[in-house]
């Protein structure tokens, strides 16, 4: 059974930090680029990072390029956002997704190709 828990979420002030998990089961980790996804209420939902499968490549929105950073373990089937400098305007459902893409950058991929999605994790940053 295919599994992603996102974890982490939670309420912090604005300039603080967040580390949010992504553990995986159910299909082979290694072989699956991760993404970060966001939706804001009232917004649609927009790609945050990616990190391809093997080679690592990653990808930022302008938005949260230099404050957020993607990682993953693959040995403990689990992806990582870490979140610092938090602004208001990141409050969000952050989502994890999986792709099945081996040797591709991830960034090439739009959402809708993403093969697993998570449920979701609050993330509410107060000014």
């Known amino acids: 059974q295919v599994q992603l828990v996102t974890s982490g979420g939670g309420l912090v002030q604005a300039g603080g930090s967040l580390r949010l998990s992504c553990a995986a089961s159910g299909f082979t980790f290694d072989y699956y680029a991760i993404g970060w996804f966001r939706q804001a209420p009232g917004k649609e939902r927009e790609r945050v990072s990616c990190i391809s499968s093997s080679h690592g490549s990653t990808f930022y929105a302008d938005s949260v390029k230099g404050r957020f950073t993607i990682s993953r373990d693959d040995a403990k089937m689990t992806a990582f956002l870490q979140m610092n400098s938090l602004k208001p305007e990141d409050t969000a459902v952050y989502y994890c997704?999986?792709?099945?893409?081996?040797?591709?950058?991830?960034?090439?991929?739009?959402?809708?190709?993403?093969?697993?999605w998570g449920q979701g994790t609050q993330v509410t940053v107060s000014s």
């Open positions: 997704a999986a792709l099945n893409a081996v040797q591709a950058m991830c960034v090439i991929f739009d959402e809708d190709e993403y093969d697993y």
